[in-house]
């Protein structure tokens, strides 16, 4: 049997964000949050994974993705990333997602909320199971859904926070881009769980397209 790794994957900016300021439905990121995976969006990984088959560019960012993203099986994520709501659903103008009837996930994901919900099966192999009872219960069932696959912890940034505090992340990898946001959503706001030591830097990528892409291991 492989083994799974929990993997938490996310772009930051130079000084430290993970979505800019003033967050609102037509700009779930806030300001300029967007320029943080306009490196994402050029890659042929993504254009191929989200049904632009063919777009985007083969190059080092695309390869790194497809060696991460590749081996995933189920993924973790906030109410946040995936509705961008807050509160009982019924209240939720966004309630089935940003991604349409086939979301480009292809897996089980599991979303943290304190909302109950009933699971939410969409086209092309997704569906949404709502957790209402903590991090390690919305791991646990992950870990179950991805069988020999990787678990990814999809953000945002308190997600992340929440499980590096807990001690369940095997894998980090962050995407520096080469912007500033001048405020925002930090993402290591408080943290101080972690010391340097207990990290071993696995690898560093400087891309063509500015980005750096550093991973550690617990």
């Not at 390869?63 to 081996?71: P, S, V």
């Not at 189920?74 to 086939?102: H, I, L, T, Y």
């Not at 962050?174 to 500033?180: C, S, T």
């Given at each position: 049997?492989?083994?799974?790794?929990?993997?938490?994957?996310?772009?930051?900016?130079?000084?430290?964000?993970?979505?800019?300021?003033?967050?609102?439905?037509?700009?779930?990121?806030?300001?300029?949050?967007?320029?943080?995976?306009?490196?994402?969006?050029?890659?042929?990984?993504?254009?191929?994974?989200?049904?632009?088959?063919?777009?985007?560019?083969?190059?080092?960012?695309?390869?790194?993705?497809?060696?991460?993203?590749?081996?995933?099986?189920?993924?973790?994520?906030?109410?946040?990333?995936?509705?961008?709501?807050?509160?009982?659903?019924?209240?939720?103008?966004?309630?089935?997602?940003?991604?349409?009837?086939?979301?480009?996930?292809?897996?089980?994901?599991?979303?943290?909320?304190?909302?109950?919900?009933?699971?939410?099966?969409?086209?092309?192999?997704?569906?949404?199971?709502?957790?209402?009872?903590?991090?390690?219960?919305?791991?646990?069932?992950?870990r179950a859904a991805a069988a020999d696959g990787d678990v990814?912890?999809?953000?945002?940034?308190?997600?992340?926070?929440q499980y590096l505090k807990a001690g369940l992340v095997d894998?980090?990898?962050?995407?520096?881009?080469?912007?500033?946001?001048?405020?925002?959503?930090?993402?290591?706001?408080?943290?101080?769980?972690?010391?340097?030591?207990?990290?071993?830097?696995?690898?560093?990528?400087?891309?063509?397209s500015g980005v750096v892409h550093v991973s550690y291991r617990?």
């Amino acid at each position: 049997m492989g083994m799974t790794n929990v993997i938490f994957d996310i772009s930051m900016s130079l000084d430290g964000y993970v979505a800019g300021p003033d967050p609102s439905d037509e700009d779930p990121l806030g300001r300029g949050g967007e320029l943080l995976h306009e490196w994402l969006f050029a890659t042929r990984y993504f254009n191929d994974t989200h049904g632009t088959k063919g777009g985007g560019d083969d190059n080092d960012d695309s390869r790194l993705l497809d060696q991460t993203w590749g081996g995933i099986r189920a993924e973790v994520m906030g109410r946040g990333k995936f509705s961008g709501g807050s509160g009982p659903w019924e209240a939720d103008g966004n309630a089935r997602g940003w991604w349409g009837d086939e979301p480009p996930f292809h897996y089980p994901v599991f979303v943290l909320t304190r909302h109950p919900r009933v699971p939410l099966p969409m086209e092309g192999g997704t569906t949404f199971t709502f957790v209402s009872d903590g991090i390690e219960s919305a791991l646990d069932q992950a870990r179950a859904a991805a069988a020999d696959g990787d678990v990814l912890i999809g953000g945002g940034a308190a997600v992340g926070q929440q499980y590096l505090k807990a001690g369940l992340v095997d894998e980090m990898h962050l995407h520096i881009a080469p912007v500033f946001l001048g405020g925002g959503r930090r993402l290591f706001e408080n943290h101080t769980s972690a010391a340097p030591a207990q990290l071993e830097r696995t690898g560093v990528v400087a891309s063509p397209s500015g980005v750096v892409h550093v991973s550690y291991r617990r």
